[in-house]
Structures are given as C-alpha cells and as structure tokens.
C-alpha cells in the first residue's frame, strides 16, 4: 500500500515529467575578465597630427567642452630630446618624444597639470580619499598591471586618469580639475 507521501512525490513526477528534477539547475556563471578602461596605445609612429592625438583624448577621455581652450594652451613639443614625456606643469609646457605621441600619453601629461592645480590641502586629501578607495578593482588591476604607478603619488594620480578615465571612483574625481 502507498504513502501520502509517496502519492505526492508520483503526482509531481507526472506533473513534471520523469527526467525533469525536481529543482532546476543552476545557471552557469559567467565571468569578464575585468580590463583597464583605457589600455596601452600603440607606439605613436603613425603620421596623425598632435591635434589628432588632443581631439582623440578630448573625445575617448570625455573632457569637458568647458575645459577644452585651457587645455588648448597647453604647449606641446614633440622632440626626441626625451624618452617618453615630461611636462613643466606650472607653464604647461609638455613635450613627448615622437614614438610616445598617443592620447594615453597625452592624458598623462595632462593629468600632471591638473594635479598642479590642486592646493596642498587638495593633495593630502587626494591621499585620504584614495586610501578609502584603494581596494577598488580598478585600482587593483592598475597596480598590478601598471607599476610604475607606484612609483609616488603624483605619478598614481597621474596613472589613474590615465588608465581609468571616466571609470574612476566618483570619490576621486574631484582631484582632477579641469577633466570632470
């Protein structure tokens, strides 16, 4: 003689059909490899201008319409007198040697000048606010994938627009002026 039980477990099989398990299976998970926003150019050999190079970053960095004349007059010379770039922030004064000419590069630079903006006061709190963030994955991966960014915290702040653009944790974005 049968169960109560057993009765039901059979009425659910019916209901179900004999192959269908009971629970349904769980869907695989599908996991994306987390990437820089902004990855490493290729070596600037082509024969764009530095205009091309500044309106690409403008455009891929979404620089503010309202920030473009100040970055503008920020003078750039491309010369093989240096390795990669350098920048005299203070007289915006960038040059960067011709195999470097990209829009990362460019952003780089462009995110020292911005750094020397800030106040004294701006910057300590630039390393408040990043340690409060520095678990973040994107901050991981850039200091894994991206080393020199260790290199001080000028040369991080400088990393992180570069690298993470507008990906950047909003807690940051106040220490770029003239880039949000």
């Not at 911005?114 to 408040?128: H, R, V």
């Given at each position: 003689?049968?169960?109560?039980?057993?009765?039901?477990?059979?009425?659910?099989?019916?209901?179900?059909?004999?192959?269908?398990?009971?629970?349904?299976?769980?869907?695989?998970?599908?996991?994306?490899?987390?990437?820089?926003?902004?990855?490493?150019?290729?070596?600037?050999?082509?024969?764009?201008?530095i205009?091309?190079?500044?309106?690409?970053?403008?455009?891929?960095?979404?620089?503010?319409?309202?920030?473009?004349?100040?970055w503008?007059?920020?003078?750039?010379?491309?010369?093989?007198?240096?390795?990669?770039?350098?920048?005299?922030?203070?007289?915006?004064?960038?040059?960067?040697?011709?195999?470097?000419?990209?829009?990362?590069?460019?952003?780089?630079?462009?995110?020292?000048?911005?750094?020397?903006?800030?106040t004294?006061?701006?910057?300590?709190?630039?390393?408040?606010?990043y340690d409060?963030?520095?678990?973040?994955?994107?901050?991981?991966?850039?200091r894994?994938?991206?080393?020199?960014?260790?290199?001080?915290?000028?040369?991080?702040?400088?990393?992180?627009?570069?690298?993470?653009?507008?990906?950047?944790?909003?807690?940051?974005?106040?220490?770029?002026?003239?880039?949000?």
């Amino acid at each position: 003689m049968r169960t109560f039980i057993q009765a039901i477990i059979e009425f659910i099989k019916i209901i179900l059909g004999k192959d269908k398990p009971l629970v349904p299976p769980i869907p695989p998970v599908i996991v994306v490899p987390l990437t820089l926003p902004h990855p490493e150019e290729a070596s600037g050999t082509s024969a764009r201008t530095i205009e091309d190079i500044k309106l690409e970053w403008f455009v891929q960095w979404d620089v503010p319409d309202k920030y473009i004349k100040f970055w503008n007059t920020v003078k750039i010379e491309v010369t093989t007198k240096v390795s990669v770039a350098d920048t005299i922030a203070e007289t915006k004064h960038m040059r960067i040697n011709p195999q470097w000419v990209n829009q990362g590069v460019l952003a780089h630079e462009m995110a020292h000048i911005s750094y020397a903006l800030l106040t004294e006061q701006q910057k300590q709190d630039f390393i408040l606010a990043y340690d409060s963030v520095i678990g973040a994955p994107l901050l991981v991966l850039l200091r894994e994938q991206k080393p020199y960014s260790l290199t001080s915290m000028v040369e991080m702040h400088a990393e992180i627009y570069r690298y993470l653009g507008q990906s950047m944790m909003t807690e940051l974005k106040l220490f770029y002026p003239k880039l949000f």
